[in-house]
């Protein structure tokens, strides 16, 4: 099953698009049909995006009106350039806290150490924090960028496995017949209630408090989980209908309508041909949900009044990305990919934790630090401490390209790079 809206289920610290009961029970909901899932999608906030919706947050007292719900701000239903940038931001800070890999090899199977405490490997404590090996803790929720632009216009064609469909039956179904609608009817409520759902007595929740850890049962009837047996799902494990990758397109139009300049507006005795044309052109202080005139402003075109075909070209492909670098669309690589983001640290930040540290590192130079043996020593330990911090930098850097890609997505390529850095941090 595909999960597809309008209105997608954004949620960070300070801000929403739903109701909280509402996350609440639909985070719930992929949670019991995550063997069928295969992913969700969304749109109407225009910004090319995802989220993640974190089952450990789940809260029956809230779903039932017993909790207090925090105050969040209520998104706004078009996004500006600014909203848009602060709660982009805010989804970052959120994934801060994302269990991180730290060059955890996945592909081992490495369990229990072998030893008298039998302590657990690194990377079992990594699939404890996250769900499993196949990251079921979480679920994931997609947000394309419009057709009809407030940036470009996009259109975004997904790839899914086939492994097993070319074998099945392929012949036309029988043409349909009064007399049997009945009769499919009744097998389709059948199905519902034997697979759909089932009396909350015989489902096990927890109970609001995570720290608790128990267990009790929830006050209105939920969806039946998936056996303990079953394999997990197409949206967590390659399978068949597990979606491989998308190519996302757009359609430049500044370079397709690059003769729109304030020189070929109407006269003044000659109506715009749509609304607020002229305003368009000749006012620089834009209002932030409309159109904005971009990168190229005040260039003059190549061509004059000689519109460029329309067509959509390729902005990128998460099969051929070497940014996002993802083999597949899968859970457990979006957790991984929003860790790394949530790793990011503008510059003017980290400046400010370094010099803060500075005096009291400063201080302790002298006390604790190992006085090497030879000169030969001393030198290793130079270059040790170099390329410790070489690395450091290198990464930072490698965080850095990362998460600017994803802002710049996020506005299909039209902010330039300086306001990415200023709305953004400058890394």
């Not at 899932?37 to 910004?47: A, D, E, P, Q």
């Not at 994302?98 to 955890?104: C, T, V």
């Not at 000169?375 to 040790?384: I, V, Y």
Request: one cysteine or more.
């Amino acid at each position: 099953a595909i999960i597809t809206g309008h209105v997608a289920p954004a949620r960070t610290e300070s801000k929403m698009s739903w109701d909280e009961t509402c996350w609440q029970k639909y985070t719930l909901w992929m949670q019991q049909y995550r063997d069928v899932v295969v992913g969700s999608l969304y749109g109407h906030m225009n910004i090319d995006h995802f989220m993640l919706q974190d089952w450990e947050e789940i809260d029956l007292d809230i779903m039932e009106g017993e909790a207090k719900v925090t105050k969040r701000t209520t998104l706004d239903d078009d996004l500006s350039i600014k909203s848009s940038a602060e709660y982009l931001s805010d989804l970052r800070t959120g994934w801060e806290n994302l269990p991180k890999r730290k060059g955890i090899d996945l592909t081992s199977r490495s369990g229990k150490r072998r030893g008298r405490k039998s302590k657990k490997s690194r990377q079992q404590k990594y699939f404890d924090k996250i769900g499993g090996p196949w990251g079921e803790r979480f679920s994931i929720s997609l947000v394309s960028p419009s057709v009809v632009p407030n940036y470009y216009p996009t259109m975004r064609v997904f790839e899914y496995n086939i492994t097993g469909l070319d074998a099945l039956n392929t012949a036309p179904r029988a043409a349909w017949r009064p007399d049997l609608v009945d009769m499919d009817v009744a097998t389709r409520v059948d199905m519902e209630d034997h697979c759909s759902v089932r009396e909350a007595e015989t489902k096990k929740m927890y109970k609001g408090s995570k720290a608790k850890k128990k267990y009790r049962k929830p006050k209105f009837r939920t969806p039946q989980p998936p056996s303990k047996t079953s394999p997990p799902g197409p949206a967590y494990s390659p399978q068949t209908f597990t979606w491989i990758g998308y190519t996302q397109y757009y359609a430049n139009l500044t370079t397709i309508n690059d003769d729109f300049t304030p020189e070929s507006l109407p006269s003044d005795s000659e109506p715009p041909s749509y609304p607020d044309l002229a305003d368009f052109a000749l006012d620089s202080s834009l209002d932030e949900l409309r159109w904005h005139e971009g990168k190229h402003s005040g260039k003059k075109p190549q061509h004059r009044n000689k519109h460029k075909q329309f067509k959509y070209e390729v902005e990128y492909d998460t099969r051929k990305d070497s940014s996002f670098n993802m083999t597949d669309l899968t859970v457990r690589n979006y957790i991984e990919l929003a860790s790394q983001m949530g790793q990011y640290k503008p510059r003017d930040l980290i400046f400010f934790k370094h010099e803060k540290n500075k005096g009291a590192h400063d201080a302790s130079m002298g006390a604790d630090r190992v006085w090497p043996e030879s000169e030969d020593a001393e030198r290793a330990q130079k270059k040790s401490k170099k390329d410790k911090k070489k690395r450091k930098h290198e990464r930072r850097k490698e965080i850095e390209r990362l998460w600017f890609s994803f802002v710049r997505r996020a506005y299909v390529g039209s902010r330039d790079e300086e306001y990415l850095r200023e709305e953004f941090g400058d890394g």
